[in-house]
């Protein structure tokens, strides 16, 4: 029994002997998003096809697409447990306070309502990290406009930093009634 022991030990001692430092935690240090971030303008349109026959590029007078799914200019806050967004929606003749989501960074469910058209509109997010990019995966509930029943649709919003300064939010929409998905990339700057 004691030789069994002593084994026991020195295994111990010599793995904590060969173990290149402290033990570590698995989870490393996650990027802040934290800040008041705003999207850069538009170019202008692209000029047409010059002298030498270049083939003139699509014209970009206004955006095309429903961007990140927020605001031009947001407001993130973050600590260990939580990301907060928010952003304004209304004009300040409406009287409304600005859009508030929260999402749990632990990939736990969240719940987010919002008061739109004819009544209150639920989301139920889940966050993962995946290096340091962070995926907000928010399922919509919604009624089918054709039909009245409840369906619903989902977006995947990736959140990662250029830099200190440049925000990228990647969003994928699902495919709604049978339609394709679609992807945008959106690059705020911090203000």
């Given at each position: 029994?004691?030789?069994?022991?002593?084994?026991?030990?020195?295994?111990?001692?010599?793995?904590?002997?060969?173990?290149?430092?402290?033990?570590?935690?698995?989870?490393?240090?996650?990027?802040?998003?934290?800040?008041?971030?705003?999207?850069?303008?538009?170019?202008?349109?692209?000029?047409?096809?010059?002298?030498?026959?270049?083939?003139?590029?699509?014209?970009?007078?206004?955006?095309?697409?429903?961007?990140?799914?927020?605001?031009?200019?947001?407001?993130?806050?973050?600590?260990?447990?939580?990301?907060?967004?928010?952003?304004?929606?209304?004009?300040?003749?409406?009287?409304?306070?600005?859009?508030?989501?929260?999402?749990?960074?632990?990939?736990?469910?969240?719940?987010?309502?919002?008061?739109?058209?004819?009544?209150?509109?639920?989301?139920?997010?889940?966050?993962?990290?995946?290096?340091?990019?962070?995926?907000?995966?928010?399922?919509?509930a919604f009624a089918d406009p054709a039909t009245g029943k409840p369906t619903t649709t989902e977006v995947v919003q990736k959140l990662a930093l250029e830099s200190p300064t440049s925000l990228v939010v990647e969003t994928t929409r699902a495919g709604v009634a049978g339609g394709p998905a679609s992807t945008t990339r959106t690059v705020y700057r911090k203000l």
């Open positions: 029994m004691r030789y069994h022991r002593r084994v026991k030990l020195l295994f111990f001692a010599v793995a904590l002997a060969v173990l290149p430092g402290p033990i570590v935690h698995a989870t490393q240090d996650r990027p802040s998003f934290a800040g008041r971030w705003t999207t850069d303008p538009e170019p202008s349109a692209t000029p047409a096809a010059g002298a030498r026959g270049q083939q003139a590029g699509p014209a970009r007078g206004g955006r095309g697409d429903m961007g990140s799914g927020w605001g031009s200019t947001i407001t993130i806050t973050q600590d260990a447990k939580s990301l907060t967004v928010e952003y304004a929606f209304f004009s300040r003749g409406d009287m409304q306070p600005p859009m508030k989501f929260v999402y749990a960074l632990d990939g736990s469910e969240t719940k987010n309502s919002v008061m739109m058209g004819r009544g209150i509109q639920s989301q139920t997010s889940h966050t993962s990290w995946t290096g340091n990019t962070l995926a907000i995966t928010t399922i919509h």
